[in-house]
């Protein structure tokens, strides 16, 4: 091949935004001058080439976006461990299905056993689908909403909030929610109603959430929202991190019959 032709067809790959395949066109190739494969083939190769390298592109900037606090994957989950999990249900929702009718994800169960690691996996297997995610805590959340309604800027925060394909607020319920911040809970709820959906993890059940937010009508009004068009993980299971310490003979007899160490991770 004459150097103008390559030249040539590195620019109009450029063009054509095929930039995987332009800055490896010498080693496409050498591959195709080894293999000798069919024109078609070669063509797939190429073309199958650039789309798993834009794909890899995506993903990694729509992780960067979500804001993932850590890596965690389904694979890594040990549902023998937790068999309250419906297996078959998380793999459904990792799928990303559940967007495309703006259903919720609640996920329920005690500290340490699991939710925001399913949170997490169940948004790196949507965002690999192809949708928006982003992740935020419970406390997070709300201290961004308190602070943009002072600074007169609640309705373009609350915008920010509303427009990944899957809100995700972790750990919602570990401290009670002042008035003000339940009202703002609200606002963002109700303006993802039937748009966008949310996943949350949480550790109190639906009949304790008008104590979380210090309003058994306001409670009602949210969880109305919430489960309108829903899907429910609760997790019965023993604490992760507790497991750990067991196996590693962090608990001797003593402690077990209640001392304060039992309940380091609760």
């Not at 591959?31 to 797939?44: K, V």
């Not at 009718?101 to 169940?122: D, M, Q, R, W, Y």
């Not at 304790?208 to 058994?216: A, I």
């Not at 068009?229 to 003593?254: C, D, N, V």
Request: aromatic share 8%; charged share 25%; no cysteine.
């Amino acid at each position: 091949m004459s150097a103008v032709i390559h030249a040539r067809v590195i620019e109009q790959l450029t063009r054509l935004r095929l930039r995987y395949v332009a800055e490896r066109l010498d080693v496409v190739l050498n591959d195709a001058a080894r293999t000798e494969p069919t024109y078609l083939d070669f063509l797939d190769s190429v073309l199958r080439q650039e789309v798993d390298a834009k794909q890899r592109t995506r993903v990694a900037m729509g992780l960067k976006i979500a804001h993932f606090p850590t890596v965690k994957t389904l694979d890594e989950f040990e549902f023998k461990f937790q068999p309250s999990v419906d297996q078959r249900l998380v793999r459904e929702l990792a799928t990303g299905r559940f967007l495309t009718s703006a259903e919720n994800v609640l996920i329920f169960g005690a500290p340490g056993v699991g939710k925001t690691h399913l949170a997490i996996a169940l948004g790196r297997a949507i965002v690999e689908a192809g949708h928006t995610v982003l992740f935020t805590s419970a406390t997070g959340l709300l201290a961004a909403l308190a602070k943009a309604e002072t600074e007169g800027q609640l309705a373009e925060r609350l915008l920010f909030y509303s427009k990944p394909k899957l809100l995700i607020i972790d750990e919602l319920g570990y401290l009670p929610f002042e008035r003000r911040s339940a009202h703002l809970f609200f606002q963002l709820v109700a303006r993802r109603y039937e748009r966008g959906s949310l996943l949350i993890t949480t550790n109190q059940v639906v009949t304790q959430w008008g104590t979380v937010f210090g309003d058994e009508v306001l409670a009602a009004a949210i969880l109305d929202r919430l489960l309108h068009h829903s899907h429910t993980l609760m997790i019965q299971g023993e604490s992760y991190r507790l497991k750990h310490k067991k196996k590693a003979g962090f608990f001797t007899p003593a402690t077990r019959r209640g001392r304060p160490e039992e309940h380091a991770d609760a």
